[in-house]
């Protein structure tokens, strides 16, 4: 077990990689009387193709197998894992992005017990024709729940007319037709591959005494057996660099207008320090000029082209990048134009080293409020370190950037072919 000193923030970290190649992390907060519990797959939704270890030829699986198989997971046939933890004291639930598939619960107490329940639930699944084919009701009802959801179109509209190609355009319980043509063996393949322990990461953060905890995981694990299994390749099309579709409107039953601009990051594998920077440089932007005290909010405000509805946001990954800034508007073609004409104009934007300083310091002051979450810095410990990256650096790496490095960013971030404007009308 290696120990992680972060002086500067006053944390301690555990990690250990098991000999059958799970990772875990421990945090642990002995002044808490909480604890978070994550486990956490290297699989989500956008993860539709490989290659397994030691074969040569791709395996694809439908659209949604992430999500479904998240469902899966918690139907054990003769017991109820709900009621399980609910006997321990604690809540249990997971969820599936484009990027990953999580389970994690929150306790005051029975932590090892926990922990190993959590272990034993994701690491035995019960896949029968009949469970499987009993939950495509359920699924397809959630997918049309979300479809009648006009912020939820407008989000996958937005990410179907920036990619053509690369799976992070497809909707992540997939399509009805995938969710109801979804079969058990499919489900196995994905597992399988998915839910090895070399896939997975455990992630502790709370109240509870290291030594026990990872002697318990340990143990665990051992009485476990697992194939043997080496890296398996990820396949991605290629996906063009300008966006798939330039504008779409659909309508809905809604009463005003809904606006957004998707800006279409980046295509294909970049470094771990690039994806690193690149993240720190978009948040930063965005907040920087579209938050509430931000120049351009204020414009969009002023000219009454938005309401309280406004959001940005941006998801930046291993091997896509996307942001989006948009609202309900009663002017939806000027608001569009307008939030189109400022990132243009942050190409040629002067901006002052004391802006950039303060922007600095507000960053590093939301940082370290978002890590007095247990929650946020276990899933912010998986999340970097899947990607090579360490959660607990992002600070140092605030620090080291310069106006200099905020220039070539902007200099190069926004482009007309990679910008895309959707909205939702009224019917």
């Known amino acids: 077990m290696e120990k992680l000193d972060f002086t500067t923030i006053d944390e301690v970290v555990y990690t250990e990689q098991l000999l059958n190649g799970l990772n875990v992390i421990l945090i642990p907060k002995k002044t808490l009387s909480k604890t ?149 063996e499919q489900l196995l393949t994905a597992y399988e591959t998915f839910y090895h322990p070399t896939n997975m990461t455990l992630a502790i953060s709370g ?70 920077i690149r993240k720190l440089l978009t ?27 406004f959001m940005f946001t941006s998801v930046i990954d291993k091997t896509f990048g996307f942001s989006m800034i948009g609202s309900n508007s009663a002017h939806p073609e000027q608001l569009a134009d307008q939030i189109k004409t400022q990132l243009k104009s942050l190409a040629t934007a002067e901006i002052e080293e004391q802006q950039f300083e303060r922007l600095k310091k507000r960053t590093i002051g939301k940082t370290l409020r978002r890590m007095n979450s247990i929650e946020n810095n276990a899933q912010g410990m998986i999340w970097y370190r899947n990607r090579a990256l360490s959660y607990f650096e992002i600070i140092p790496s605030i620090q080291q950037l310069t106006l200099s490095d905020w220039k070539s960013f902007l200099s190069s971030w926004i482009e007309e072919e990679r910008l895309t404007v959707c909205n939702i009308m009224p019917e």
Request: hydrophobic share 35%; proline share 4%.
């Open 283 to 309: 948040s930063m932007t965005l907040d920087y000029f579209y938050s509430r005290s931000g120049k351009f909010y204020q414009e969009l405000a002023d000219s009454e082209l938005i309401d309280s509805s």
């Open 36 to 184: 978070f519990g994550i486990f956490t797959a290297d699989f989500g939704g956008a993860d539709l193709e490989f290659i397994p270890y030691n074969e040569t030829e791709a395996v694809q699986i439908p659209s949604g197998t992430a999500h479904y198989l998240e469902h899966k997971l918690f139907d054990k046939g003769d017991h109820d894992v709900y009621a399980e933890f609910g006997k321990l004291g604690s809540d249990v639930n997971a969820y599936t992005n484009d990027s990953e598939t999580s389970y994690y619960f929150t306790t005051v107490g029975n932590e090892v017990e926990n922990v190993e329940l959590l272990l034993n639930f994701v690491q035995d699944p019960f896949l029968t024709d009949e469970t499987v084919n009993k939950e495509k009701g359920i699924i397809s009802q959630e997918y049309q729940m979300y479809a009648d959801i006009p912020e939820q179109r407008i989000y996958l509209a937005v990410q179907e007319s920036l990619f053509a190609k690369h799976p992070v355009r497809n909707e992540v319980l997939g399509t009805l037709e995938s969710i109801n043509n979804m079969t058990k």
């Open 207 to 276: 109240n509870f005494d290291t030594e026990e905890m990872m002697t318990a995981i340990r143990n665990n694990q051992e009485l476990k057996k697992f194939p043997e299994i080496g890296p398996f390749t990820r396949v991605y099309p290629n996906e063009q660099k300008e966006v798939h579709e330039s504008q779409r409107t659909q309508h809905m039953n809604v009463s005003v207008p809904k606006v957004m601009i998707g800006i279409k990051e980046y295509v294909g594998q970049i470094p771990a320090k690039e994806l690193g």
